[in-house]
T-cell receptor, first 106, second 118 residues
């Protein structure tokens, strides 16, 4: 089974700060997913990437397949970015990390 | 178009009761997945279907859990004789194709059903 580790588990930052969330996995994969979950809300897919880098607005995701590592960055963070960010790798369904609980304070 | 919907959104059951949770996937999506998310944890895979076929049920925690998708569209997750440890959010997701180990497709998640067993 692919072991997915995320760090940090919890992160509190001030509005405007640059945020980095890390994800590592143990078994080679074809693609990695980054997802966002708001409290009490459903899960939204942010990125699915298999190599290099993807950017969407203030969100940037990178992956290094050889090192089995991915990062999610948020530039110019805003309180509305406060959520749980989860990385996941394909298996029968998806195998998820435990998530990073991000709080952006005004 | 409409996304994945789940019902009920909230369910309170007394220990020992049976419950049925419904998932309506996005129309035309071949694959459907059920996940269980305990408080403060990431989701855990339960089972998935490709059309009406249940291809993997390795994540179902016990034989009290049963899922079906008889016509390849709507799916129902049934939990018999509920226990307190069954309290969790049950998430359903669908995708256009089956994300086997060699490929991956975006999954679209429903809002979840929060089950509380008292």
């Amino acid at each position: 089974k692919n072991e997915v580790e995320q760090s940090p588990q919890n992160l509190t930052a001030q509005e405007g700060e640059f945020i980095t969330i890390n994800c590592s996995y143990s078994v080679g994969i074809s693609a990695l997913h980054w997802l966002q979950q708001h409290p009490g809300g459903g899960i939204v897919s942010l990125f699915m990437l298999s190599s290099g880098k993807k950017k969407h607005g203030r969100l940037i995701a990178t992956i290094n397949i050889q090192e089995k590592h991915s990062s999610l960055h948020i530039t110019a963070s805003h309180p509305r970015d406060s959520a749980v960010y989860i990385c996941a790798v394909p298996a029968a369904g998806l195998t998820f990390g435990k998530g990073t609980h991000l709080i952006i304070q005004p | 178009g409409a996304g994945v919907s789940q019902s009920p959104r909230y369910k309170v059951a007394k220990r020992g009761q049976d419950v049925a949770l419904r998932c309506d996937p996005i129309s035309g999506h071949v694959s459907l997945f059920w996940y269980q998310q305990a408080l403060g944890q990431g989701p855990e895979f339960l089972t998935y279907f490709q059309n009406e076929a249940q291809l993997d049920k390795s994540g179902l925690p016990s034989d009290r859990f049963f899922a079906e998708r008889p016509e390849g569209s709507v799916s129902t997750l049934k939990i018999q004789r509920t226990q307190q440890e069954d309290s969790a959010v049950y998430l359903c997701a669908s995708s256009r194709k089956n994300p086997a180990s060699g490929s991956s497709y975006e999954q679209y998640f429903g809002p979840g059903t929060r089950l509380t067993v008292t």
